[in-house]
């Protein structure tokens, strides 16, 4: 059975960092893209970041470029997601997803998700 779980989330201050992990269990996902989005209380899912380990192609929603980073293990088992000056419109539940093929920020079309952890960022 296939999981993906994450973990780091937390409370830390504005300006902060935080590194999210998601490990997958359960298969390999060598050819896929990997993917982390958010959803704040009151809000939609949305896109976050994206990985596609087979060429280490990233792609990022324009509110997280040079802040955020994903990034990929060698061994193509964990996904991180180094989040650094955090803000409090960063305060979100945050999922690892996972899909066959290019990146994405279409959550639909994503075909694996984590339980997701919690990122606080108090001002």
């Known amino acids: 059975q296939v999981h993906l779980v994450e973990s780091g989330g937390g409370l830390v201050q504005a300006g902060g960092s935080l590194k999210l992990t998601c490990a997958t269990v359960?298969?390999?996902?060598?050819?896929?893209?990997m993917g982390w989005f958010r959803q704040a209380p009151g809000k939609e899912r949305e896109f976050v970041a994206a990985?596609?380990?087979?060429?280490?192609?990233?792609f990022y929603a324009d509110f997280v470029k040079g802040r955020f980073t994903i990034s990929g293990d060698n061994a193509r088992t964990t996904v991180y997601l180094q989040m650094n000056n955090l803000k409090p419109e960063d305060t979100a539940v945050y999922y690892c997803?996972?899909?066959?093929?290019?990146?994405?920020?279409?959550?639909?079309?994503?075909?694996?998700w984590g339980q997701g952890t919690q990122v606080t960022v108090s001002s």
């Open positions: 990985l596609r380990w087979s060429v280490g192609t990233t």
């Open positions: 359960g298969r390999t996902f060598n050819s896929y893209t």
């Open positions: 997803a996972a899909r066959w093929g290019t990146p994405t920020g279409t959550e639909d079309e994503y075909h694996y």
